[in-house]
């Protein structure tokens, strides 16, 4: 037995900043969409150097709404294809379903990031994009992806679930060529909120749509019309059946806190990832998923690939060692399971890939405590 306790994720909160912006909120007695929720959206465009950035309740509501603004852009019909990854969150792929559309799954390469080979093969003629997830805060080979995107005239989605504070190591933004990138600021996530997320077009027409669209498809926010002049605010128009997906003003000033320590905390997570990097240095049995070479992660997850990966679990857990699992290949749901088949190297990982303690409030001591374990169960 062990007394030792070691999560896959424990969010770190600075709990007294975090109640200060809390605190603006409830004095102001606004605690909804705008005040803060604007603050961040400002904030976040200047940290990335995007030009547009809405905020949302989730980064699942971001992707639905990724994928249906492009529906409605480029008119694509039901039935259209998007080209997928099938290790990934369910949300990734459910978005495209909401929105009446089919995934396609490639495989995925030795990042676990979509193989731009295999995208290139499942292109068909009713292909109308290409949804790419930065597993971990990884780039894999996200810039041959957007070169494909280009070539073939196809729509680019990035999934940046895992992503905040991602960048390459010249310090530019991945990302920047997609039509739109979707953050995620859920309470396990690098960037931790509550709940939330954040949707970026690269187009100011999607935009204004997105702000719309988030709000029920009124075509005004309630900031703007208690804020601005004129007596007939009450008197917006709906444009389009709209859902309620905007982010609020308590999610917002947890993520302002959260933002100000982002690169800070990316960076301990690489050192923690460097530390495993160590001690694997020449370990039998267990392959590092490696980061592409000019990626500077955001280290939201530690993946190593093992074969005994469920028994090695288990084991871990005895000895109060908690890792995780991302993903189980998609394609074993009943929605995507007729795809069953299509991707022999998202299988072969599913089966394998184990995700290490990945959390600010780990040290050396913990890092090697779980590195000796795993070397010691891993066949
Ligand atoms: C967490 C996650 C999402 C969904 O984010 P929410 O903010 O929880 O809705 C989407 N894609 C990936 C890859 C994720 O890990």
Known sequence: MTNKNIQLFVPYFRTEECLAQIRECLEKGWTGLGFKTLELEEKWKEY??????HYLNSATAGLDLAVRVLKLQHKWQDGAEIISTPLTFVSTNHAILYNNLKPVFADVDEYLCLNPQS????????????MFVGLGGNTGQLQKVEQICKEKGLSLILDAAHMSGTRYTDGSLPGKEADV???????VKNMPTGDSGMICFKEAKNDEIVRKLSWLGINKDT??????????????????????DHGNSIMAALGLVSLHYLDRDNAYRRQLAAWYDEAFKNAKNIHLVPVA???ES????YQILISNRDECLLALNECGIFPGVHYRDNIHYKMYAYAEGTCPNARAASDRTLSLPMHLKLT????DYVAQ????YAK
Not at 181 to 187: F, R
Not at 226 to 239: F, H, I, L, P, R
């Open 48 to 53: 990335t150097g995007l030009p547009h950035a």
């Open 119 to 130: 995208v290139l093969e499942h292109i068909t003629p009713k292909t109308r994009a290409v």
């Open 181 to 187: 990138i979707v953050y995620s600021y859920q309470a």
């Open 223 to 244: 900031f703007a019309r208690t804020s601005g002049s004129g007596a007939y605010k009450w008197k917006y128009d709906v444009e389009y059946l709209g859902y309620k």
């Open 293 to 295: 070479p000019n990626c």
């Open 298 to 301: 955001s280290r939201h997850l």
């Open 364 to 367: 050396k001591q913990d890092v």
């Open 373 to 376: 374990r795993v070397k010691e």
